[in-house]
């Protein structure tokens, strides 16, 4: 079986917070205790959604040391695929769902002498359940938020007033900006900059540490990659001898699953490496979306992430 | 069951021994007449009931007596223990684990009641009763990694995860099969592995890496690797290598049913939540050869996997020079029947010794 191990859960909350976001909260089916987890974990939400199984990686959100249940905000994303708009039309209190096992593949280095989060918009959840982590051990933080307006800023009152100290927001619209390079040459030795949110703001944070010159071990970050609709496509899988369709609105994997092929993954957003697939042979582009592979790796035609990735052309046979 | 704790040594006059029970019980690990080095992973989830397998950490009747030479190991040498500050929250992650895991499992034994961070721990046959604060090291005699490993027997490694690789950051080692804590503290996975013959070629080692940093909550992970050790030698360490590898010419065909001994280590994984650090409990088996002769099918087995593994691999576990005494004393007990698939004695349906 592919993916984390499962835990059936019932919505115990559905809670709009604004215009985009709604929260989420899960608790056992039996009513036994969750997992405790890791700050910057995310979980894997399955959709039944008519005929197609969605699954959906959302950060968790909630104290890693609350057990009684998780929470996760969702983002509507009304160009998307359809999963966020699933969880905002049709999920209601006292549905059932199932979800992962916590999978982190954004955790905290507990060696820092200070942690510096830079969040874009819903890419603020992972930092939340890091900062319950840290507040329990009076970790040393500092978190720099940028939100397109006060009405769109999800959680930031409630950061600004638990932590007024640490928080820092950041509002477009009134035209606020992170002063970057200041703020990351202000730091104190041994600090590591975690950054969350869209990939422009990823890059801007990458490149300008770089160019300050923190050592890459101390810069993470993680991108909520969701597979991007794209034209369809035909593959061939060479283990399996199928010949599969992948639809407009599918992405490669879920198109596999729907054939019936256990593909492994976790992260299903192009960041654990799991899904890496040889390319047996190919005539035509790749679309690579994934942060997994290296731009060698994307060149040489060899591997796909069947996860985010796409393909246009004659021929695709896949090692499946 | 109800265990009976042998008192017994593992150095000195060495008065270890196996019951049957645990003669019937040792994890052999060749489930075919041949070996070959392979990462050989599977989930750790259960297994034949009364195995070595079935719980997640197994308590054997060597557990009392493990856990005196342990303290004994650590009074004469501290550095078997070492966790590097940032990995307190993994020694955290590992006390909760074994001891929510030893009180489901031995329920006669080990006892935690939790009222929120206020725990109660009994581990009665070490005769302990703690009352301590979950999260608050001061409130326990040693680091939680330390205090509860003095209480579970194996070594155990705390690897930390960063950048997709492992770091040899935290562990308790006194039971180790030639390798030292100590030296490798800090390195990462591929250092640490360095002196493995071969393996680089085959390319294991990438996978087996792979195969580690994707090991989730909720899916532990087992694996069997073994030696040869002579007399039942918990710590044969390299710090002690100038008292230990001597014994290995004090071999004879008469004493060697009785002092030579098949070194068996179970390999456990488990991704530790609050730190998503990976923990690799290390547990030791030891068995004498004249023992795992009793059972025969493990008799003919032994003999043809020894007498056929590369010289390289017999090197490398570091009995070479003996294996011709080896073999005079296995051959004995192999009369060329075939032998059952799997690692399991079969006694019922294997036939006994045909010479
Ligand atoms: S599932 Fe994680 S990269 Fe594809």
């Given at each position: 079986m592919s993916g984390a191990e499962k835990i059936q859960v019932k919505v115990t909350e559905v809670t709009p917070l604004?215009?985009?976001v709604t929260r989420f909260r899960f608790e056992a089916v039996d009513g036994s205790l969750l997992p405790t987890f890791s700050g910057g974990a995310h979980t894997v939400v399955e959709m039944q959604d008519?005929?197609?199984t969605r699954l959906n990686p959302y950060s968790l959100m909630s104290d890693p040391y609350d057990q009684s249940a998780y929470t996760i905000s969702v983002?509507?994303?009304?160009?998307?695929?359809?999963g966020s708009?699933f969880m905002h039309n049709q999920v209601k209190t006292g549905d059932e769902m199932v979800i992962s096992y916590p999978v982190n593949l954004f955790s905290?280095?507990?060696?820092?002498?200070?942690?510096?989060?830079?969040?874009?918009?819903?890419?603020?959840t992972p930092f939340l359940a890091q900062i319950h982590q840290?507040e329990h051990?009076?970790?040393?933080?500092?978190?720099?938020?940028?939100?397109?307006?006060?009405?769109?800023?999800?959680y930031?009152?409630?950061?600004?007033?638990?932590?007024?100290?640490?928080?820092?927001?950041?509002?477009?619209?009134?035209?606020?900006?992170?002063?970057?390079?200041?703020?990351?040459?202000?730091?104190?030795?041994?600090?590591?900059?975690?950054?969350?949110?869209?990939?422009?703001?990823?890059?801007?944070?990458?490149?300008?540490?770089?160019?300050?010159?923190?050592?890459?071990?101390?810069?993470?970050?993680?991108?909520?990659?969701?597979?991007?609709?794209?034209?369809?496509?035909?593959?061939?899988?060479?283990?399996?001898?199928?010949?599969?369709?992948?639809?407009?609105?599918?992405?490669?994997?879920?198109?596999?699953?729907?054939?019936?092929?256990?593909?492994?993954y976790l992260c299903r957003g192009?960041?654990c490496?799991?899904?890496?697939?040889?390319?047996?042979?190919?005539?035509?582009?790749?679309?690579?979306?994934?942060?997994?592979?290296?731009?060698?790796?994307?060149?040489?035609?060899?591997?796909?992430?069947?996860?985010?990735?796409?393909?246009?052309?004659?021929?695709?046979?896949?090692?499946? | 069951?109800?265990?009976?704790?042998?008192?017994?040594?593992?150095?000195?006059?060495?008065?270890?021994?196996?019951?049957?029970?645990?003669?019937?019980?040792?994890?052999?690990?060749?489930?075919?007449?041949?070996?070959?080095?392979?990462?050989?992973?599977?989930q750790h989830r259960g297994?034949?009931?009364?195995?070595?397998?079935?719980q997640r950490f197994?308590?054997?009747?060597?557990?009392?007596?493990?856990?005196?030479?342990?303290?004994?190991?650590?009074?004469?040498?501290?550095?078997?223990?070492?966790?590097?500050?940032?990995?307190?929250l993994?020694?955290w992650d590992l006390l909760e684990l074994i001891m929510v895991s030893k009180s489901e499992d031995?329920p006669?034994?080990f006892e935690l009641n939790r009222d929120g961070n206020r725990w109660?721990?009994?581990?009665?046959?070490?005769?302990?009763?703690?009352?301590?604060?979950f999260l608050?090291?001061?409130?326990?005699?040693?680091?939680?990694?330390?205090?509860?490993?003095?209480?579970?027997?194996?070594?155990?490694?705390?690897?930390?995860?960063?950048?997709?690789?492992?770091?040899?950051?935290?562990?308790?080692?006194?039971?180790?099969?030639?390798?030292?804590?100590?030296?490798?503290?800090?390195?990462?996975?591929?250092?640490?592995?360095?002196?493995?013959?071969?393996?680089?070629?085959?390319?294991?080692?990438?996978?087996?890496?792979?195969?580690?940093?994707n090991i989730q909550q909720g899916a532990p992970a087992?694996?069997?690797?073994?030696?040869?050790?002579?007399?039942?030698?918990?710590?044969?360490?390299?710090?002690?290598?100038?008292?230990?590898?001597?014994?290995?010419?004090?071999?004879?065909?008469?004493?060697?049913?009785?002092?030579?001994?098949?070194?068996?280590?179970?390999?456990?994984?488990f991704r530790l939540p609050r730190s998503n650090a990976l923990v690799?409990?290390?547990?030791?088996?030891?068995?004498?050869?004249?023992?795992?002769?009793?059972?025969?099918?493990?008799?003919?087995?032994?003999?043809?996997?020894?007498?056929?593994?590369?010289?390289?691999?017999?090197?490398?576990?570091?009995?070479?020079?003996?294996?011709?005494?080896?073999?005079?004393?296995?051959?004995?007990?192999?009369?060329?029947?075939?032998?059952?698939?799997?690692?399991?004695?079969?006694?019922?349906?294997?036939?006994?010794?045909?010479?």
């Amino acid at each position: 079986m592919s993916g984390a191990e499962k835990i059936q859960v019932k919505v115990t909350e559905v809670t709009p917070l604004n215009a985009l976001v709604t929260r989420f909260r899960f608790e056992a089916v039996d009513g036994s205790l969750l997992p405790t987890f890791s700050g910057g974990a995310h979980t894997v939400v399955e959709m039944q959604d008519g005929g197609i199984t969605r699954l959906n990686p959302y950060s968790l959100m909630s104290d890693p040391y609350d057990q009684s249940a998780y929470t996760i905000s969702v983002r509507r994303d009304d160009a998307g695929r359809g999963g966020s708009l699933f969880m905002h039309n049709q999920v209601k209190t006292g549905d059932e769902m199932v979800i992962s096992y916590p999978v982190n593949l954004f955790s905290l280095d507990l060696r820092a002498r200070k942690h510096l989060f830079i969040a874009g918009g819903i890419g603020i959840t992972p930092f939340l359940a890091q900062i319950h982590q840290l507040e329990h051990f009076n970790g040393h933080w500092e978190l720099h938020y940028s939100c397109r307006s006060e009405a769109l800023g999800s959680y930031a009152d409630e950061l600004s007033h638990s932590h007024p100290n640490k928080t820092h927001i950041y509002y477009d619209d009134q035209d606020q900006r992170i002063g970057l390079q200041h703020l990351l040459e202000g730091q104190p030795l041994g600090t590591h900059v975690y950054v969350c949110g869209p990939k422009g703001m990823i890059d801007w944070v990458k490149s300008t540490a770089e160019a300050e010159s923190w050592p890459a071990d101390n810069i993470h970050y993680e991108e909520f990659l969701a597979p991007q609709p794209g034209k369809p496509f035909q593959v061939k899988l060479a283990i399996s001898n199928k010949t599969i369709e992948v639809g407009e609105h599918e992405s490669l994997l879920e198109a596999m699953e729907r054939e019936g092929v256990d593909a492994p993954y976790l992260c299903r957003g192009g960041a654990c490496g799991q899904c890496e697939t040889r390319v047996i042979d190919y005539q035509g582009n790749f679309i690579h979306r994934d942060h997994w592979l290296d731009d060698n790796e994307h060149a040489s035609g060899e591997k796909i992430m069947p996860c985010v990735s796409r393909f246009e052309g004659k021929t695709l046979v896949l090692d499946h | 069951m109800t265990i009976q704790f042998n008192d017994e040594s593992f150095r000195g006059d060495y008065t270890f021994r196996n019951s049957d029970w645990a003669i019937q019980r040792f994890p052999f690990p060749f489930h075919e007449d041949s070996y070959m080095y392979s990462v050989n992973m599977e989930q750790h989830r259960g297994g034949p009931k009364g195995s070595v397998y079935e719980q997640r950490f197994d308590v054997d009747e060597h557990y009392v007596s493990e856990m005196k030479d342990r303290a004994l190991v650590l009074d004469q040498d501290p550095l078997r223990c070492q966790s590097l500050p940032h990995m307190t929250l993994a020694g955290w992650d590992l006390l909760e684990l074994i001891m929510v895991s030893k009180s489901e499992d031995y329920p006669d034994l080990f006892e935690l009641n939790r009222d929120g961070n206020r725990w109660r721990w009994v581990n009665k046959p070490l005769r302990i009763d703690h009352t301590f604060t979950f999260l608050d090291e001061t409130t326990l005699p040693y680091g939680p990694m330390e205090y509860i490993t003095r209480q579970a027997q194996g070594d155990f490694a705390i690897l930390d995860q960063r950048d997709d690789m492992l770091w040899m950051d935290a562990g308790m080692v006194t039971t180790q099969a030639d390798w030292s804590l100590d030296f490798d503290i800090g390195m990462n996975f591929f250092e640490w592995h360095a002196p493995v013959p071969k393996a680089h070629e085959m390319g294991i080692f990438v996978r087996a890496l792979k195969f580690l940093l994707n090991i989730q909550q909720g899916a532990p992970a087992r694996r069997l690797n073994w030696t040869m050790t002579v007399n039942p030698l918990l710590d044969t360490s390299p710090e002690n290598y100038h008292k230990w590898g001597i014994q290995k010419t004090e071999l004879t065909p008469e004493n060697i049913g009785r002092k030579q001994h098949l070194r068996v280590e179970l390999q456990t994984f488990f991704r530790l939540p609050r730190s998503n650090a990976l923990v690799f409990p290390i547990r030791c088996y030891l068995c004498a050869f004249e023992d795992l002769m009793t059972v025969p099918k493990w008799g003919r087995r032994l003999h043809r996997v020894i007498r056929d593994l590369p010289d390289e691999l017999a090197t490398y576990k570091g009995f070479i020079d003996n294996r011709p005494l080896m073999l005079d004393y296995l051959s004995k007990f192999d009369d060329g029947l075939p032998t059952s698939l799997g690692i399991w004695p079969d006694r019922e349906t294997e036939p006994p010794l045909q010479k």
